[in-house]
């Protein structure tokens, strides 16, 4: 059939048959394409964000162990340091933070307490931070001493702010590699990330998550604005306690349309095309092809920038990077490799025979038999050898290296060189330091001991001190065993130290220790523990030892005469012995029990023994009760005068009063001064009991003025420690007293004769105020003549002893005659003491005393009974009866 002879439907229909089949075919393979392309692209965008993620993670991990490198030189010192002073260690870190780092700070924690940071400011929160009790950090930090290596964790939040890694480092010392410490080095967390690449700019969404090695929940520190699209690209970075995993994905996602899509379908079209417009389909092809080209010189330029970046971090690091051909021995250097093995840059191709020659001749047999074990087995290759350089100077290198087979099954070997000449040479002044460290050690052992033994003896007898005696004591208290103490001091020890010297009185003490060596048990303990005091110490049985029976031995051995300096002295000794019968009592207490018996001993006359008793401990137990109830009773204002008038002799007027100072007991009521005085001299406060008495005395006399009494002065005791205060001039001379208002009674006991210039000065200087100065118990035997006329006193005061047997003996009458006569001449007036009678009265009138006080005439009384008394005159011949007044 012609086709013009066909219908026309079927002729038209069947020019379309080619173009249908062609549309068909072209829109299968359209939607085929569009598939692919979609694809590819999701490929490539995988690629392309591995390849950025995988840049991201050298960055940091190489940042990292660069800062972990740092630190350990530091920790290597401090284990040859323990001591290491904070200035030193503040030197050495100061070293390492120049290298630019992202340390933020350094911290040493002996026994897991930070002790030592650097730096210090900003960081003093972390000083004295406990491990044990920081339970974000606890863990770890058991770790490095668990597993005896360096672990990394972080992030962890900081005491001082901020968040940061921890690197921590195991410390340890000492001859046997003891575990000491841990060194802790603070990684600014932000800073690591910044100096990584990790911000805001990057053309991925990136996040990283924590989770510690033993598993948990991932923990999430880092996100770019962006949110990171599901199916992300993972990759993890062990960083020692923790592994941290990074995910990253396109900052449009996976599914962003592509930005050629519709020129894509548009070609697609244009090939559905292609028969009726082929000049349009060859353009179109022209087009696209070129469209490809920009997209692989894009991809050229960034794999050449990543290069770059590359090559950037190596020489940042000073790592050289190389390859080696096992079939071909071709050695490929960097220009990093060039400098280390001094080969020179122009020289075009590097073989093994380069690397050979490099090496220095005792390593050469070594380094080789390492590097062919490597290839052989395929096992790393990890080594160090020495680099002998053109010019004689010799480098130590460090090479790290794996082994893979290329395409054409040939064992190749990739790896990197770096110098490490520094660090070896620091490790050897280390080394140095840390033998010269252990030297100084020892010969700072050998002088603690000897300044130990030192210590605990004296340098003068070589007996154990007081130091030695204590630690004694302290190991005796928790035994519980017997114990006895003989608590030893020797007598007229003074006597011979004023009159022969000091030199003298050493010889004496060397002597004495020597004889206490000579008759003490060997098993029993004797310490000088100070002046001319010894203590022995003795776990034997108290029945079995006779402890009085040793002791009057010792003091008869040291009661021996002694050959000093060509003169033979005489020393004595007197001893308290104390015993423990109860388990509970300790050795401390012991000790103040030998001491009472031995107060004891020597109150009781020298020379003798006393053991310690239950009728001492009351003793001691009542004075110590007294003691306390002075002390509040000063406190409390518990002290007044009582006030017994003077008159004189001939008229029976008051010339004076003598103010008495009394104690008002809250519960004994009033005591005597001879039941407290003796306490209170030894609690060293008679002055403030003097003081207060002359307060209150003063300020009667102001009252009896007002009243219209007319006292023309009173007299008050003062003390040797009152006249020694420093004070007592200034605060007489404040109160402003009018001259011969006051008068200060010294007793003659003070011993005028070995007074001090600064006690006399003292008395001239009160005399100098206008108070006068009186003699009191005169006739006691304590003064000589010669002291009181230089002390020129106001009046003298017999004693009582004199006056009370005048009536019965003519020998006393002559005695006292005498002394009032003594006074007459140097214009000194007497007054007597103790007149029990008017019998008395009579007598000492007509030998010419000048005053009398006595209970004859009036008893010491309170202020108020006093000025009653004053006013109704009732001691005068006519006011009262003529008989005498009890005594």
Same mark, same amino acid.
């Given at each position: 059939?012609?086709?013009?002879?066909?219908?026309?439907?079927?002729?038209?229909?069947?020019?379309?048959?080619?173009?249908?089949?062609?549309?068909?075919?072209?829109?299968?393979?359209?939607?085929?394409?569009?598939?692919?392309k979609?694809?590819?692209?999701?490929?490539?965008?995988?690629?392309?964000?591995?390849?950025?993620?995988?840049?991201?993670?050298?960055?940091?991990?190489?940042?990292?162990?660069?800062?972990?490198?740092?630190?350990?030189?530091?920790?290597a010192?401090?284990?040859?340091e323990?001591?290491?002073?904070?200035?030193?260690?503040?030197?050495?870190?100061r070293?390492?933070?120049?290298?630019?780092?992202?340390?933020?700070?350094?911290?040493?924690?002996?026994?897991?307490?930070v002790?030592?940071?650097?730096?210090?400011?900003g960081?003093?929160?972390?000083?004295?931070?406990?491990?044990?009790?920081?339970?974000?950090?606890?863990?770890?930090?058991?770790?490095?001493?668990?597993?005896?290596?360096?672990?990394?964790t972080?992030?962890?939040?900081?005491?001082?702010?901020?968040?940061?890694?921890?690197?921590?480092?195991?410390?340890?010392?000492?001859?046997?590699?003891?575990?000491?410490?841990?060194?802790?080095?603070?990684?600014?967390?932000? *800073?690591?990330?910044?100096?990584?690449?990790?911000?805001?700019?990057? /053309?991925?969404?990136?996040?990283?998550?924590?989770?510690?090695?033993?598993g948990?929940?991932?923990?999430?520190?880092?996100?770019t604005?962006?949110?990171?699209?599901?199916?992300?690209v993972?990759?993890?970075?062990?960083?020692?306690?923790?592994?941290w995993?990074?995910s990253?994905a396109?900052v449009?996602?996976?599914?962003?349309?592509?930005?050629?899509?519709?020129?894509?379908?548009?070609?697609?079209?244009?090939?559905?095309?292609?028969?009726?417009?082929?000049?349009?389909?060859?353009?179109?092809?022209?087009?696209?092809?070129?469209?490809?080209i920009?997209?692989?010189?894009?991809?050229?330029?960034?794999?050449?920038?990543?290069?770059?970046?590359?090559?950037?971090?190596?020489?940042?690091?000073?790592?050289?990077?190389?390859?080696?051909?096992?079939?071909?021995?071709?050695?490929?250097?960097?220009?990093?490799?060039?400098?280390l093995?001094?080969?020179?840059?122009?020289?075009?191709?590097?073989?093994?025979?380069?690397?050979?020659?490099?090496?220095?001749?005792?390593?050469?047999?070594?380094?080789?038999?390492?590097?062919?074990?490597?290839?052989?087995? +395929? *096992?790393?290759?990890?080594?160090?050898?020495?680099?002998?350089?053109?010019?004689?100077?010799?480098?130590?290198?460090?090479?790290?290296?794996?082994?893979?087979?290329?395409?054409?099954?040939?064992?190749?070997?990739?790896?990197?060189?770096?110098?490490?000449?520094?660090?070896?040479?620091?490790?050897?002044?280390?080394?140095?330091? *840390?033998?010269?460290?252990?030297?100084?050690?020892?010969?700072?052992?050998?002088?603690?001991?000897?300044?130990?033994?030192?210590?605990?003896?004296?340098?003068?007898?070589?007996?154990?001190?007081?130091?030695?005696?204590?630690?004694?004591?302290?190991?005796?208290?928790?035994?519980?065993?017997?114990?006895?103490?003989?608590?030893?001091?020797?007598?007229?020890?003074?006597?011979?130290?004023?009159?022969?010297?000091?030199?003298?009185?050493?010889?004496?003490?060397?002597q004495?220790?020597?004889?206490?060596?000579?008759?003490?048990?060997?098993?029993?303990?004797?310490?000088?523990?100070?002046?001319?005091?010894?203590?022995?110490?003795?776990?034997?049985?108290?029945?079995?030892?006779?402890?009085?029976?040793?002791?009057?031995?010792?003091?008869?051995?040291?009661?021996?005469?002694?050959?000093i300096?060509?003169?033979?002295?005489?020393?004595g000794?007197?001893?308290?012995?104390?015993? /423990?019968?109860?388990?509970?009592e300790?050795?401390?207490?012991?000790?103040?029990?030998?001491?009472?018996?031995?107060?004891?001993?020597?109150?009781?006359g020298?020379?003798?023994?006393?053991?310690?008793?239950?009728?001492?401990?009351?003793?001691?137990?009542?004075?110590?009760?007294?003691?306390?109830?002075i002390?509040?009773?000063?406190?409390?204002?518990?002290?007044?005068?009582?006030?017994?008038?003077?008159?004189?002799?001939?008229?029976?007027?008051?010339?004076?009063? +003598?103010?008495?100072?009394?104690?008002?007991?809250?519960?004994?009521?009033?005591?005597?001064?001879?039941?407290?005085?003796?306490?209170?001299?030894?609690?060293?406060v008679?002055?403030?009991?003097?003081?207060?008495?002359?307060?209150?005395?003063?300020?009667?006399?102001?009252?009896?003025?007002?009243?219209?009494?007319?006292?023309?002065?009173?007299?008050?005791?003062?003390?040797?420690?009152?006249?020694?205060?420093?004070?007592?001039?200034?605060?007489?001379?404040?109160?402003?007293?009018?001259?011969?208002?006051?008068?200060?009674?010294?007793?003659?006991?003070?011993?005028?004769?070995?007074a001090?210039?600064?006690l006399?000065?003292?008395?001239?200087?009160?005399?100098?105020?206008?108070?006068?100065?009186?003699?009191?118990?005169?006739?006691?035997?304590?003064?000589?003549?010669?002291?009181?006329?230089?002390?020129?006193?106001?009046?003298?005061?017999?004693?009582?002893?004199?006056?009370?047997?005048?009536?019965?003996?003519?020998?006393?009458?002559?005695?006292?005659?005498?002394?009032i006569?003594?006074?007459?001449?140097?214009?000194?007036?007497?007054?007597?003491?103790?007149?029990?009678?008017?019998?008395?009265?009579?007598?000492?009138?007509?030998?010419?005393?000048?005053?009398?006080?006595?209970?004859?005439l009036?008893?010491?009384?309170?202020?108020?009974?006093?000025?009653?008394?004053?006013?109704?005159?009732?001691?005068?011949?006519?006011?009262?009866?003529?008989?005498?007044?009890?005594?």
């Open positions: 059939m012609n086709d013009r002879n066909a219908p026309l439907s079927f002729r038209g229909l069947g020019y379309y048959i080619p173009a249908i089949v062609v549309a068909f075919a072209v829109l299968i393979a359209a939607f085929l394409a569009d598939v692919q979609r694809r590819l692209e999701t490929e490539y965008l995988r690629s392309f964000t591995t390849e950025q993620l995988g840049l991201l993670r050298a960055r940091l991990q190489g940042n990292i162990l660069s800062d972990i490198k740092l630190v350990q030189g530091l920790v010192t401090f284990s040859t323990p001591d290491m002073s904070p200035e030193r260690f503040a030197d050495l870190s070293r390492i933070f120049r290298e630019g780092t992202q340390l933020r700070n350094l911290a040493i924690a002996p026994d897991f307490v002790t030592l940071v650097y730096p210090l400011k960081n003093e929160r972390s000083l004295g931070l406990d491990y044990h009790k920081n339970v974000q950090q606890r863990a770890a930090a058991m770790q490095v001493k668990q597993h005896d290596r360096l672990i990394v972080g992030p962890v939040n900081l005491v001082q702010g901020g968040r940061a890694l921890i690197a921590r480092y195991p410390i340890h010392t000492g001859k046997d590699n003891a575990f000491f410490g841990i060194a802790s080095a603070v990684i600014d967390l932000d *800073k690591l990330l910044a100096s990584s690449g990790f911000d805001e700019d990057m /053309r991925i969404a990136v996040s990283i998550s924590s989770r510690a090695h033993e948990g929940e991932a923990k999430g520190f880092f996100r604005t962006a949110a990171v699209d599901a199916d992300p993972v990759m993890s970075l062990d960083i020692g306690h923790e592994i995993t990074m990253a396109p449009k996602g996976w599914h962003q349309p592509s930005a050629d899509l519709g020129l894509f379908r548009g070609g697609l079209a244009l090939l559905a095309l292609i028969i009726v417009a082929p000049m349009f389909w060859v353009g179109y092809l022209t087009k696209d092809r070129h469209r490809h920009l997209a692989l010189q894009d991809r050229e330029e960034r794999l050449e920038t990543v290069s770059q970046r590359l090559q950037l971090a190596l020489d940042a690091s000073k790592v050289g990077v190389w390859e080696y051909d096992s079939e071909t021995r071709h050695l490929s250097w960097d220009a990093r490799m060039r400098v093995y001094d080969v020179p840059p122009t020289q075009p191709v590097c073989g093994y025979e380069d690397w050979r020659r490099g090496l220095h001749p005792d390593d050469l047999e070594e380094a080789e038999r390492v590097f062919a074990t490597a290839i052989e087995t +395929e *096992k790393p290759y990890i080594t160090a050898f020495r680099v002998l350089r053109h010019d004689g100077s010799i480098r130590h290198i460090r090479a790290h290296g794996m082994t893979y087979r290329a395409s054409s099954g040939a064992k190749r070997i990739v790896g990197a060189n770096w110098d490490v000449t520094e660090d070896i040479q620091l490790q050897a002044e280390l080394l140095q330091a *840390k033998l010269t460290a252990e030297a100084q050690n020892r010969a700072l052992e050998e002088a603690r001991r000897v300044m130990e033994h030192n210590s605990l003896h004296d340098a003068l007898t070589r007996l154990p001190n007081r130091r030695f005696l204590d630690q004694q004591l302290a190991l005796a208290s928790d035994d519980g065993r017997a114990l006895t103490l003989l608590h030893i001091d020797l007598d007229r020890f003074k006597d011979i130290n004023d009159t022969l010297g000091h030199a003298a009185g050493d010889e004496v003490l060397k004495a220790a020597a004889v206490l060596r000579a008759h003490v048990p060997a098993e029993d303990f004797i310490a000088r523990i100070g002046g001319d005091e010894f203590v022995l110490l003795s776990r034997r049985d108290p029945a079995a030892a006779d402890f009085p029976t040793l002791s009057a031995r010792l003091i008869e051995a040291i009661s021996a005469p002694m050959a300096e060509g003169h033979d002295c005489r020393i000794a007197s001893i308290g012995i104390a015993t /423990r019968h109860d388990a509970e300790s050795a401390e207490q012991l000790l103040v029990n030998a001491d009472i018996a031995l107060y004891e001993a020597k109150r009781r020298r020379n003798r023994v006393e053991a310690f008793n239950d009728e001492l401990r009351l003793r001691t137990v009542e004075i110590k009760r007294l003691s306390d109830d002390l509040r009773g000063l406190e409390r204002g518990e002290f007044h005068p009582f006030f017994q008038p003077q008159f004189d002799a001939e008229t029976l007027e008051i010339v004076g009063v +003598e103010a008495l100072a009394r104690w008002a007991h809250p519960t004994r009521g009033f005591i005597p001064p001879d039941v407290f005085l003796p306490v209170a001299e030894s609690l060293n008679v002055a403030q009991i003097d003081e207060a008495i002359l307060d209150q005395a003063l300020f009667q006399t102001i009252r009896w003025e007002g009243q219209g009494l007319d006292i023309p002065r009173v007299s008050v005791n003062v003390s040797c420690q009152r006249l020694r205060d420093e004070n007592l001039i200034e605060k007489l001379k404040a109160m402003n007293i009018r001259p011969g208002a006051l008068t200060f009674e010294l007793l003659e006991s003070i011993s005028f004769d070995a001090d210039d600064g006399k000065q003292a008395i001239e200087e009160i005399k100098a105020l206008g108070i006068d100065i009186e003699i009191d118990d005169f006739g006691s035997g304590h003064a000589s003549i010669v002291s009181l006329l230089e002390l020129s006193p106001k009046r003298l005061k017999i004693d009582r002893r004199l006056v009370l047997p005048l009536l019965e003996s003519t020998a006393q009458q002559s005695l006292v005659h005498s002394i006569d003594i006074g007459k001449v140097r214009g000194i007036e007497t007054v007597a003491e103790g007149v029990e009678t008017l019998a008395h009265a009579e007598l000492l009138r007509s030998l010419g005393c000048d005053a009398l006080q006595g209970y004859a009036a008893r010491p009384m309170p202020a108020d009974d006093f000025l009653a008394f004053a006013k109704a005159r009732e001691w005068m011949p006519a006011a009262r009866p003529t008989t005498a007044r009890a005594s």
